[in-house]
């Protein structure tokens, strides 16, 4: 079954420091990943995709197929990173995505 | 231009209705999916139309529906509303249903069955 996972519902960080949220996903063949990010009050929207190996914000995502993880990374975290994150997965057909729960970061300062 | 826009953003249903509602994609995009949000489920995939056709259906009861019209917008439609149907209706665009092409969303539409 097609499966997005995020273990952490809150990370609480301090502003400057390393930040990662972590997705893993279940799906067999070639996974297409994608990151959406909701800050307050605004709309759901697309921070990364893994097929861009973008870095998007000061954020990347790398794939891991062994460990079939697509975890978020940024080395200092500021403020205005707080925000609810998805991880996402592309269904087999169509643009239709499967979302994890969503990952609230939460940076102070 | 303009973003994906839905209508509208509050509804107020009791239980046993039926409610319809409506989503414009962003212009040139002939591709939208709609999502439920709740608090325990996250999102999740309704449906998808592409070209005035259901593409993909999601894990719901036959009680939710939906279409699309040739102008590319869509409208959802639950009947028979029951509590759990409570919920943010996310719609979004796309360019075409290929999986490269970035969903945009709308702002939603909150149902709140009473």
């Known amino acids: 079954a097609q499966r997005v996972t995020q273990p952490e519902k809150l990370l609480s960080v301090f502003k400057g420091a390393p930040v990662e949220l972590k997705c893993n996903y279940s799906y067999s063949g070639s996974p297409e990943l994608f990151w959406y990010v909701q800050y307050s009050r605004q709309r759901l929207q697309l921070l990364l995709r893994?097929?861009s190996r973008e870095s998007i914000k000061g954020f990347t995502a790398d794939l891991n197929k062994g460990e079939t993880s697509f975890h978020l990374k940024k080395p200092f975290a500021q403020e205005e990173d707080s925000a609810m994150y998805y991880c996402?997965?592309?269904?087999?057909?169509?643009?239709?995505?499967?979302f994890g729960k969503g990952t609230t970061l939460s940076v102070s300062s | 231009k303009a973003g994906v826009t839905q209508t509208p953003r509050y509804l107020i249903k009791t239980r046993g209705q039926q409610v319809t509602l409506s989503c414009s994609p962003i212009s040139g995009h002939r591709s939208v999916s709609w999502y439920q949000q709740t608090p325990g489920q996250g999102l999740q995939f309704l449906f998808e139309y592409f070209s005035e056709t259901q593409r993909n259906k999601g894990n719901f009861p036959g009680r939710f529906s939906g279409r699309q019209f040739s102008n590319s917008r869509s409208e959802m439609n639950v009947s028979t509303l029951e509590l759990g149907d409570s919920a943010l209706y996310l719609c979004?665009?796309?360019?075409?249903?290929?999986?490269?092409?970035?969903?945009?969303f709308g702002p939603g539409t909150r149902l709140t069955v009473l």
């Open positions: 893994h097929i």
């Open positions: 979004a665009s796309s360019l075409e249903p290929s999986g490269s092409n970035e969903q945009f």
């Open positions: 996402a997965l592309k269904r087999q057909a169509g643009t239709a995505l499967i």
